[in-house]
T-cell receptor
Framework: EPEVTQTPSHQVTQMGQEVILRCVPI?????FYWYRQILGQKVEFLVS????????KSEIFDDQFSVERPDGSNFTLKIRSTKLEDSAMYFC?????????FGDGTRLSIL | GDSVTQMEGPVTLSEEAFLTINCTYT??????LFWYVQYPGEGLQLLLK?????DKGSNKGFEATYRKETTSFHLEKGSVQVSDSAVYFC???????????FGKGTMLLVSP
């Protein structure tokens, strides 16, 4: 069964540094999402992407965040200048319409 | 705004016990409802879904019925196994939107 893949599985970064989280969605899917889960808290929506542009974003998704689909297969989340509170598990998801299929996540640790 | 409330965990059960994990929601209109499961070290997997009132979603022995009158979508399984140990997330997707709103998750621990 096709699946969403995310790399790396764990990323450790110094505060203030830029980080790029990578995702390869399922190939025929058209909608792409990023969610995050701070340890012990609920999964929170960050952004959705369709037809090469952001379709929805949450309050969390401020100017420090950006998304890109640089080629036909990858979908990336960039955090420009990381803060301690960005430490979380970041999940990528994709869908043809519904439901959404999730990757295994990237654990981001900010030091 | 829309929200999902799940019962606090962990829920600790012996193998073959009956499972209920409560989920209630607040949303305008007619959302779709989902249960996702997260096994240790893995991502979120869709377990089951229901898109309209009185629909019953089912998969792998788990069931949940969309109850609009009580705004609930409780997850049930008649006989749990050790391999069911995981965190279970209730989620809704508002009508007309694509994003998911999740509950906090309920950890289930099943002992032999």
């Amino acid at each position: 069964e096709p699946e969403v893949t995310q790399t790396p599985s764990h990323q450790v970064t110094q505060m203030g540094q830029e980080v790029i989280l990578r995702c390869v969605p399922i190939s025929n899917h058209l909608y792409f999402y990023w969610y995050r889960q701070i340890l012990g808290q609920k999964v929170e929506f960050l952004v959705s992407f369709y037809n090469n542009e952001i379709s929805e974003k949450s309050e969390i998704f401020d100017d420090q965040f950006s998304v890109e689909r640089p080629d036909g297969s990858n979908f990336t989340l960039k955090i420009r200048s990381t803060k301690l509170e960005d430490s979380a598990m970041y999940f990528c998801a994709s869908s043809e319409n519904q439901p959404q299929h999730f990757g295994d996540g990237t654990r981001l640790s900010i030091l | 705004g829309d929200s999902v409330t799940q019962m606090e965990g962990p829920v600790t059960l012996s193998e073959e016990a009956f499972l209920t994990i409560n989920c209630t929601y607040t949303a305008t209109g007619y959302p779709s409802l989902f249960w996702y499961v997260q096994y240790p070290g893995e991502g979120l997997q869709l377990l089951l879904k229901a898109t309209k009132a009185d629909d019953k979603g089912s998969n792998k022995g788990f069931e949940a019925t969309y109850r609009k009158e009580t705004t609930s979508f409780h997850l049930e399984k008649g006989s749990v196994q050790v391999s069911d140990s995981a965190v279970y997330f209730c989620a809704l997707r508002p009508s007309g939107y694509s994003t998911l709103t999740f509950g906090k998750g309920t950890m289930l621990l099943v002992s032999p």
